[in-house]
């Protein structure tokens, strides 16, 4: 009791959710940024808020992947937490789109650091495909390589090149992984059509994939990095 946390905004993602597992909640905390040089202070309940409010997204997404022959309309939920922003949602949504199969799965989401933000299970449990969305590091893909038949991650953001520079290397001795990245443009355009209730079209034809709501429509090319 009356304890207190000073957390980098690099961790706090992270730091949140295992506060909450834990149970142990500091009387205060303080989130130190490095981007606005502020410092700013949440209390026990404003952290248990924050965190237990998720945003639900409902998507009707019909897809057209030419490339894959795959067509096949999917009824989705997604759960926003409030640290995820509709650039990340949609990020996810693209992945779906571009793996889609009947019993692939979003994971828990932020609120689950063993999970991941989409899943792909065998019959058996086994898990044959695992997606990560944005910049993980490797040992986190190194790491769901060892767990998956085949890895998948789906990069995006301005600062896709850097990361790609530092986890590189290392990536490309993993033999199932898969790296695909979307330029920070692309991924912002997408965010921009991010609804409560949605109602898109994918279309993925030659590598490039159509997003379209009835009145506007998003045009993305994402690029392989690795195989």
Known sequence: AGSRVIVGDGVWLTFMWELLGSGKMPSRVFLASAATHRIASFSDDALKSMA???TVFKANLEIADIDRGYYATHNLTLARHPSETDERLMMRLLAFALYADERLEFGKGLSATDEPALWLKNLDGSIKLWIEVGLPEERVLRRAAGRAEQVAALAYGRTVDLWWSKEGPALARLRNVTVLAVDGAQSAALAEIAERGMQLNCTVQEGQV??????????????????
Do not use: A
Request: net charge positive; charged share 40%; no cysteine.
């Open 210 to 227: 159509m997003f379209g709501d009835g009145e506007r429509t998003v045009t993305l090319e994402p690029r392989r990095l690795l195989r």
């Open 52 to 54: 237990l409010k998720s």
